[in-house]
């Protein structure tokens, strides 16, 4: 066998596995997504406040196919947030990344303030095996201005008291 027998069956073998990829995720990208809910709450210090301020968020994600999902592991987020002085429910839309690979689960949403003046959320679960508990259910996080200026610094929590109804509120989603 020469050089170009190996390089000619090398090329084949190199466009099956890219049409065996192609299919996969052509396969993947047709299976249902899913949606579940999620409410967090906790303290959160405004800059300039002597005190925290009891901070709530409570988001519905979503996501239309499970190829959709494996390709960023990102989730559309939509919900409300009510922060005493800043916002009382006020809706929120954004974006939720599940990063199993990586341990991290990522939240970032935007939302207007009582005044109508846009704010954004940014908080980052960087998840460990070694403290699984607290690191999947406390969410440190930045609201931010509408100029990036941050507005405050929040530790919001999970209740494992809220599991069972967080595992009950997944729900497949069919494509739309």
């Excluded at 390089?7 to 099956?16: F, G, N, P, W």
């Excluded at 109508?116 to 679960?125: D, E, L, V």
């Excluded at 509408?146 to 997944?170: K, N, Y």
Aim: hydrophobic share 45%; glycine share 6%; aromatic share 10%.
């Amino acid at each position: 066998m020469n050089i170009a027998s190996l390089l000619d069956k090398a090329q084949r073998l190199m466009a099956v596995a890219v049409q065996a990829k192609q299919e996969a995720q052509s396969f993947l990208f047709k299976l249902p997504g899913f949606s579940f809910d999620e409410t967090m709450a906790g303290p959160i210090t405004l800059a300039g406040a002597q005190h925290p301020q009891h901070m709530e968020f409570r988001l519905h994600a979503e996501v239309p196919s499970l190829g959709e999902f494996l390709a960023d592991g990102r989730t559309e987020i939509t919900g409300t947030v009510s922060i005493p002085d800043v916002a009382e429910s006020a809706a929120l839309s954004g974006s939720l990344w599940i990063l199993p690979l990586e341990r991290v689960i990522r939240y970032e949403f935007t939302f207007a303030d009582q005044h109508g003046s846009p704010c954004r959320f940014a908080g980052q679960k960087d998840v460990s095996p070694l403290d699984l508990v607290n690191t999947m259910t406390v969410l440190p996080g930045v609201l931010y201005d509408a100029h990036g200026h941050e507005l405050g610094f929040a530790e919001v929590r999970f209740a494992l008291s809220d599991l069972p109804t967080f595992l009950a509120s997944w729900r497949p989603v069919f494509s739309r």
